[in-house]
């Protein structure tokens, strides 16, 4: 039976043990023609006037494309009673930029935010757009919090004062569909780091497998964070599957065993419509089925294909899900998975986590990315830059006696020792704020298209950066950090904010004068991760 519309408000959905139905909008370029109503309002009030959705989803700026902002057409729907959820994505705004959005957002009434660092801008008015990547998915959230709590900001007097709180519904997202070991922990380590720093939901990236749907909740439970899970579908035709098998929509994830099926029934006389209505109607079921929260509807076009989906789920049997999630399990060839998988249920089994990984936390390989250079910079860092270790007390003392006397052409020398022996190391950027202990000795700046410093994006594919020119930044530090047996605190402590007032100054300063944001880690202590080396509790 159908959930019906409710005066529930979406938090309040999300925790009320049910399971609603939500829609994905989004948005258009160019502004609507003279006397013409728009198609995009058209759908969205379709969808806000249908019983079966609880509420409308709007992105920004999909793709890298520029679209009109979705609190234009959030607005024009807000009278219509229903529930909303504002994508909000660090690629085309910095740090003031989505600040003052946010606000926006919260005067207008908008709490419902899916915070996202979103796809690497393809295209723009003459040429490809700048990315800004000032945040990120986790420093995002990690600011909305702060905006919850009164965010504390200094007026031009130079007085501090509390700004009023606001009531962000903070969500984030995953990419489950990771093919190797290296690319899909660093995707749950960053969830959890998320969660920890303020996400309250989380919604998956498109991908076909529901076992890997499934592992989100056992990793979740696992990690003893109690959060509620939205079930992503996306509809597929023929040319979307070639899309997302090719590759061409990061983070969206078809293999070539979906893709020949999508093939076989896109050939018949509905071009395969019945087929991937079926499909997604039948992941709808499995997601209710695993006590999922809600599913979300993309890749629609009219209102009464949503609304058709909505019903044909509603019309299986109480169990038939259990045949659907067998059904619907499309991984590329040597998938990874976390936890062994139910030969009763096809899922994943939340007692037991992948043999073959515990056996190689015992006796970590040492991968192509585990350099001399590396070892060498691990050595150095442990003697010269961490706290209370043996060198650094004393070139805490020699930087701060050499900035005290004001002995500038010393230290002028001694930052250009240092930008050119870690320009030659690591491709350094001279940023002032430096990551590299963060990030496994790689510059998230020279290494990362998005300068990630808080974990990796959902766009890689196969171990390489979305832009498909280089190897993972966060799959390369996973392999190094393993096998010194540190992968499993790869992502902990609270966000990253890199400071962009110490760009071009000493990061070797900074560190050692408590300028950068390894002074405020910890300071703000550190977030212990969940015990890895143990299979958690089976649930009765």
């Not at 600040?99 to 393809?122: K, M």
């Not at 757009?129 to 702060?146: E, G, H, K, Q």
């Not at 090719?246 to 979906?258: E, M, R, T």
């Not at 110490?502 to 050692?512: E, I, K, V």
Request: net charge positive; hydrophobic share 40%.
């Amino acid at each position: 039976m159908i959930t019906p519309k409710t005066n529930l408000t979406f938090r309040e959905m999300m925790g009320a043990g049910g399971f609603f139905y939500g829609a994905e909008l989004v948005t258009t370029r160019g502004i609507p023609e003279p006397n013409q109503r728009p198609k995009l309002v058209e759908l969205g009030e379709a969808l806000a006037a249908d019983p079966r959705i609880a509420w409308v989803s709007i992105t920004d700026n999909p793709g890298g494309n520029a679209m009109l902002p979705a609190d234009w057409i959030a607005a024009i729907l807000k009278p219509h009673g229903t529930q909303l959820v504002i994508h909000l994505t660090c690629k085309d705004l910095n740090r003031n930029g989505i600040e003052s959005a946010a606000w926006r957002y919260a005067a207008e009434g908008f709490e419902n935010i899916l915070a996202l660092t979103g796809d690497y801008p393809v295209a723009g008015h003459e040429g490809q757009a700048m990315p800004v990547f000032d945040l990120d998915s986790v420093s995002l959230t990690a600011m909305l919090r702060a905006m919850n709590g009164g965010l504390e900001a200094l007026r031009p007097n130079g007085k501090r004062e509390r700004l009023p709180k606001t009531n962000f519904f903070i969500g984030c997202a995953v990419s489950p569909f990771k093919r190797h070991e290296r690319e899909l922990l660093p995707q749950y380590f960053k969830l959890a780091r998320k969660i920890q720093c303020g996400a309250q939901w989380v919604i998956p990236q498109l991908g076909y497998d529901m076992r890997k749907f499934h592992e989100i909740k056992l990793f979740l439970d696992w990690a003893q964070l109690p959060t509620p899970v939205i079930g992503n579908v996306y509809v597929l035709n023929k040319t979307v599957a070639g899309m997302f098998n090719q590759n061409k929509i990061p983070g969206c994830v078809v293999s070539d065993a979906l893709y020949a099926v999508a093939e076989k029934y896109a050939a018949g006389p509905d071009k395969g419509r019945s087929f991937f209505t079926e499909l997604a109607a039948k992941q709808l079921a499995v997601f209710k089925g695993l006590g999922f929260a809600a599913g979300y509807l993309g890749g629609i076009h009219k209102a009464e294909t949503f609304a058709q989906i909505i019903d044909l789920a509603e019309s299986y049997g109480a169990d038939d899900w259990k045949v659907f999630a067998k059904e619907i399990q499309f991984p590329k060839p040597g998938e990874f998975y976390l936890f062994e998988q139910d030969p009763q249920t096809g899922l994943g089994d939340s007692a037991r986590l992948n043999r073959e990984y515990l056996q190689s936390l015992q006796q970590p390989p040492k991968t192509a990315q585990v350099t001399l250079n590396y070892q060498f910079t691990r050595l150095v860092h442990t003697l010269a830059f961490t706290a209370g270790k043996k060198l650094f007390p004393p070139l805490q003392s020699l930087y701060g006696r050499l900035e005290q006397s004001g002995h500038r052409r010393t230290l002028r020398a001694l930052h250009g020792i240092e930008h050119a022996s870690k320009a030659l190391m690591y491709g350094c950027k001279d940023c002032g704020d430096c990551s590299l202990p963060d990030t496994g000795y790689l510059c998230p700046r020279a290494a990362c298209s998005k300068t990630g410093r808080n974990g990796p994006c959902g766009g890689s594919f196969d171990g390489r950066c979305e832009m498909n020119d280089k190897d993972c930044l966060w799959a390369r530090a996973y392999d190094r950090l393993k096998y010194y047996g540190e992968s499993k605190q790869m992502l902990e402590g609270p966000a990253v904010f890199a400071n962009a007032a110490l760009s071009g100054t000493s990061a070797w300063a900074n560190n050692f004068l408590g300028r950068d944001h390894h002074h405020i880690a910890v300071a703000g202590g550190q977030t212990p991760p969940p015990n890895e080396s143990a299979p958690p509790a089976k649930k009765s």
